[in-house]
């Protein structure tokens, strides 16, 4: 596959296009999130290749991605117990990066709504 020029620049104008993302940091790093729940960050860990790009998904979608793409997705062994998937920018086109932000996106917001104080059960008083 050609190298892409995706940078994260390209990651935060695709990111921000979808519905309650916002530009921030997570541990230093240029990150994307929706609500305060991390969608996408720069890793900032050594085991992640340079030019990499974490992004969240569920661990089925991740098993998914790295069994279809294993030049573009990968995973370390301190990212196994996290619902992320590190992406090689240089692999990644961006239709291919607007798609998977849409499964992150949906991944994200799904668990935003699970936590959301008001589908918490309340305890009686």
């Known amino acids: 596959m050609p190298k892409s020029t995706i940078s994260f620049d390209?990651?935060?104008?695709?990111g921000l296009a979808?519905?309650?993302?916002?530009a921030s940091t997570a541990y230093g790093s240029p990150a994307l999130k929706v609500g305060e729940k991390l969608l996408a960050c720069v890793?900032?860990?050594r085991s992640a290749e340079p030019g990499s790009l974490v992004v969240r998904v569920g661990f089925d979608d991740r098993a998914e991605l790295l069994a279809a793409a294993?030049?573009?997705?990968y995973v370390t062994d301190h990212?196994?117990?996290y619902t992320a998937v590190l992406?090689?920018?240089s692999r990644v086109t961006p239709d291919v990066l607007r798609?998977?932000?849409?499964?992150?996106h949906k991944f994200v917001t799904a668990d935003v709504a699970r936590r959301s104080?008001?589908?918490r059960r309340r305890k009686p008083v």
């Not at 390209?10 to 695709?14: A, S």
């Not at 979808?18 to 916002?22: A, C, F, K, S």
């Not at 798609?99 to 992150?104: P, Q, T």
Request: no cysteine; aromatic share 10%; glycine share 10%.
């Open 117 to 119: 104080p008001s589908r």
């Open 18 to 22: 979808l519905p309650g993302v916002e």
């Open 99 to 104: 798609d998977l932000f849409g499964m992150a």
């Open 87 to 89: 992406v090689r920018m």
């Open 10 to 14: 390209t990651v935060r104008e695709i």
């Open 70 to 73: 294993p030049d573009v997705y």
């Open 43 to 45: 890793p900032t860990h």
């Open 79 to 81: 990212y196994l117990g």
